[in-house]
């Protein structure tokens, strides 16, 4: 499985649930998540997405603390199992 169709079945999961699946580029900050995940209710999160198996780099894995230190949940997905969880996380937080 490619990573696009991890992104693009989160895409159209988030969009089910009423919300956007922003892709995140940040032109002068390399190593930002892949996406912003916006759903109602004022929930936000981003995602950066892998093909599976493959792990994040480490200028990634920086990004992903600094974001995290700013308090806003970053997660990993490597599968389409784990969309669903991830998403239902978002959602009760």
Known sequence: MRESEIERHLAVSVKKLGGMA?????????????????????????????APGKKTRPLQEK????LEGLGFPVYVIDSLRQIGGVLDE????
């Open 22 to 50: 922003v892709k995140f580029v940040s032109p002068g900050l390399d190593g930002v998540p892949d996406r912003i995940i916006l759903l109602p209710g004022r929930k936000i999160a981003f995602v950066e997405l892998k």
């Open 63 to 66: 990004r992903k603390r600094q």
């Open 90 to 93: 978002i959602c009760s937080a």
